[in-house]
């Protein structure tokens, strides 16, 4: 992915790619986002998903245990998603990250599946191809190939 929209997501999600310029030693995100730019739109809507599920559910748990009158189940912390690695393989997004919940692996799971259908590299419609490099691309980039 290009330089600007690197910084993009960086900026906007400082929390979720904190270790964005960490040495090689302690993660694979030094290299920074490994896809083209298409699936950018997919990337920044899956991190707005998970940090607003990470805030609201704990400052809901944090309210629920100061004062809760109607005995409402607590829900449990959700720890911060720090990603590791962002990278196309087989054809598809892959999101490594560490922390979240059920319902963040339910939204990454689906982000990936997206990717299936949209072009890595300008995000019209696509669809998988390739026999020995699969790739997801828009018939105009599936026939620059």
Not at 12 to 31: D, E, G, L
Not at 56 to 75: A, K, S
Not at 88 to 98: H, Q, V
Request: glycine share 8%; proline share 3%; hydrophobic share 35%.
């Amino acid at each position: 992915m290009n330089e600007i929209l690197d910084k993009k997501l960086c900026e906007a999600y400082p929390k979720i790619f904190v270790n964005r310029n960490a040495s090689v030693q302690t993660t694979a995100m030094c290299w920074g986002f490994q896809h083209g730019d298409g699936w950018y739109n997919i990337i920044n809507n899956l991190c707005r998903c998970i940090q607003h599920h990470i805030d609201t559910t704990n400052e809901l748990r944090e309210l629920l245990l100061e004062e809760n009158p109607y005995n409402i189940q607590i829900p449990d912390f959700v720890q911060q998603v720090v990603a590791e690695q962002v990278k196309e393989k087989f054809g598809t997004l892959r999101f490594y990250y560490t922390g979240g919940d059920e319902f963040i692996l339910g939204l990454v799971t689906m982000a990936e599946m997206m990717t299936g259908v949209t072009c890595e590299e300008c995000g019209a419609p696509g669809h998988t191809q390739g026999a020995n490099w699969f790739r997801t691309v828009c018939d105009i980039h599936g026939e620059k190939k």
